[in-house]
């Protein structure tokens, strides 16, 4: 009978759009998807991988121990690693392909190589490399690791202080890899070598937690396993400085003049307004990414701009949500001056948030300047996602916040489309200083839907503390809503069976 096949997969730093196309094909095709993880079960390569499984059958390898101090860690990390392997072996030899999962690059520091000593030479083994850490976490600082004939010497953080120490002076660029509690010592190896004003750092590359800074301004503390210190390259930093003082233009007009003769274009900038989708880097769309990436501004509420990945050659402005037009002229008069802005919105730009504000005050005052929008996963889409199809019929759009527009307007809207069995998403239902809205609603709409009628109580969708459930209409408690929670109310159509809701497509019954 003829074996399965063995697949070392990286899966890269975080970030499940760094994936090679190879690991994706890989991971779909598989038989059986394994990776490690701690006793908790949580596993970072599964979550990065989470959205290319489906039917395979998965292999947990939870690790007996971790960082905790144990008489005889290494045996029983040797033990655990033959069990697992064994686990692999009876499925290669039913004949299923196996491919292991393995965070940035099976082969650097990867866990997966422990499998592959073991398996490689009973089964067809291939390793597929993955982007590592070093790189992501140079893309995140936007800073070459080395340049021309420069040496890159990569160091575990779990070496003693002084051989640390003694490696960082000799080389002309480093990586330190496995910090957490280890961070103290490299620190230290860092300043007797000279280096600590050099260092940077970074944790969690690509992810939507991603941290970086200069290493000595760092807790600590709060350094996670998931970093890295990164010493970059003395040449580049030479030759940028030089470069830029070669280059630069005597002033802002000889600057513009520069540009219109390289570009027939007109020197008047762009604004692109990006729908940021409702939290997880991962519904951000390509074309909304690169639109960030070539921004030299990104502009917008302050805990939205948050979410957008630090670029040290962009200038971030940040505002409070309740200066919509003053921000979009903002943006508009940057762009007026030549520059490529970015307006950031969460969800969809166009649903309740800065796309309208900026088309508005660009159609008043600044008709020269050229303004894009592109869209994003709207919030009532990804909790409608997360608990089945209640949108899979005709549904409307209302925002319960009475600040742009009275009550009065809300509840003649709520009316008109609960009088026609319409799925309703409810925007914006309650804030610090709106706490009868909720309530009001739900009297009216008991007027034209039965008790029982589903509700969809989704709150901060796709960020940390994310918490979709169904209750019925009758028992909805307005206490419990606030800003960050989005309503969806089903109509008389809207079925709950288990733990999906879904609207059918085919109009049975009821007045619409």
Known sequence: MTTGRLYGVGVGPGDPGLMTVKAVDLIRAADVVAYHCARHGRSNARRIAAGYLGTQIEEALTYPVTTEDTDDYQ????????????????????GRDVVVLSEGDPFFYGSYMHLHKRLAHRYAAEVVPGVTSVSAAAATLGTPLVERDEVLTVLPGTLPPDELARRLADTDAAAVMKLGRTFTGVRTALRVAGRADEARYVERASQPEERQGRLEDVDPASVPYFSVGIVPSRVHVATTEQARADGAPRDRKASLLASSDSDATSSTGLVTVVGLGPGSRDRLTPEAFSALTAADDVVGYTTYVARVPVNPRQRVHGSDNKVESERAAFALDLARSGRRVAVVSSGDPGVFAMASAVVEVAAEDYPDVEVRVLPGVTAAHAVAARIGAPLGHDYATISLSDRLKSWE????????????????????????????????????????R??????????DVDGPEESVRVVELGALEPSEIDMRTLLIIGSSQTRWVADRVFSPRRWTSGPA
Request: hydrophobic share 50%; proline share 3%.
């Open 450 to 459: 039965d008790d029982a009628t589903p509700v969809i109580v989704g709150r």
């Open 409 to 448: 307007v809300v509840e003649r809207r709520l009316a008109a489309v609960a009088d026609a069995d319409m799925v309703i998403a409810l925007y914006n239902p309650a804030s610090r200083s709106r706490t009868w809205q909720v309530e009001a609603a739900k009297e009216l709409l008991l007027k034209y």
């Open 75 to 94: 045996g029983r990390i040797d033990a655990f690693y033959t069990e697992a392997a064994a686990r692999l072996a009876a499925h290669l030899d039913a």
